[in-house]
């Protein structure tokens, strides 16, 4: 299905998403359509490809039926006023998503925490230039930040959506703790390499936690900065030839496959 849902633009690129089902609501269509995937892949590659893009530092953009997929599960709970956390923002698009969504209304507040300083910078750039989120970031109901996102964000919870961009041992305790009543969290579940499944965990109003499977996936790990920047090198070396003797996994590791 998804692999043949590429664009070349991003209206046609959601276009194709709608034709194959991926998007369903007008919501998420209209949120894609607002924010150019274009912006936020590094030069010289396809932002427009139904395919997850490097980003450096071990990091991907995820393919854009993955953010369609994530978006269709959360666009309930992202109602104009929402509070939503995307952890691992890398790129900063689909925090961007998030914004349009949750709007510029009373109460809304977006933010992606992000451990790599360099992608929290090129992120921030990239929606420095997009008129809208300027104004959310100026009136700092958006915010790009850099931390470890296994902590979350006490300063804004609870938040109504939590989106977790990298695969996690388990879901992390501080992100489930900051979960709103009625809220719901989405988090790639797995050890690095798989198997993975993308898990949609729902708190009902009275607290209790409830949890379902809804596919395998392959996601980069959630993990500390140290060991991101370590592996990267190391695949930096490899790919130049000149890695050290070494069994550790060098291959290369694409985010969000089904
Ligand atoms: N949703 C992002 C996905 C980026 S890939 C996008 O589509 O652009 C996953 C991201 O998680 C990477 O940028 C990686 O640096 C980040 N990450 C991994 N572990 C993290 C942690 N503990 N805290 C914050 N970010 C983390």
Redesign the pocket.
């Known amino acids: 299905m998804s692999w043949t849902c590429h664009g070349s633009n991003n209206a046609s690129m959601v276009a194709a998403l709608k034709r194959a089902g991926i998007v369903r609501s007008s919501a998420v269509e209209e949120a894609m359509t607002a924010v150019d995937r274009g912006r936020f892949v590094p030069q010289g590659q396809a932002p427009y490809q139904d395919a997850p893009q490097p980003?450096g530092?071990?990091?991907?953009?995820?393919a854009p039926h993955m953010?369609a997929m994530c978006l269709e599960l959360l666009a309930e709970h992202i109602r104009p006023g929402a509070r939503v956390l995307?952890?691992?923002?890398?790129?900063g698009?689909?925090t961007l998503v998030f914004a349009h969504m949750a709007g510029r209304e009373p109460g809304a507040r977006v933010v992606g925490?992000?451990?790599?300083r360099e992608?929290v910078d090129s992120s921030l750039e990239a929606s420095r230039g997009v008129a809208w989120a300027a104004d959310m970031l100026r009136d700092d109901c958006l915010r790009l930040l850099q931390?470890?996102?296994?902590a979350g964000y006490p300063e804004w919870a609870p938040f109504d959506v939590i989106h977790v961009?990298?695969a996690a041992a388990c879901v992390p305790p501080a992100l489930l703790a900051q979960l709103a009543p009625g809220g719901r969290l989405v988090v790639p579940v797995g050890p690095e390499g798989g198997p993975q499944h993308l898990t949609l965990v729902d708190k009902d109003e009275g607290g209790r936690v409830s949890a379902r499977r809804e596919m395998g996936v392959m996601y980069?790990?959630?993990?500390?900065e140290e060991a991101?920047r370590g592996k990267a090198a190391l695949m930096a070396a490899w790919s130049r030839g000149a890695a050290p003797a070494t069994d550790q996994d060098g291959s290369p590791r694409e985010?969000a496959t089904r």
């Open positions: 980003l530092f071990g990091a991907t953009i995820s953010h995307d952890v691992g923002s890398g790129s698009y689909l925490v992000e451990h790599i992608l931390g470890d996102g296994t961009g990298a980069v790990p959630l993990t500390s991101q985010n």
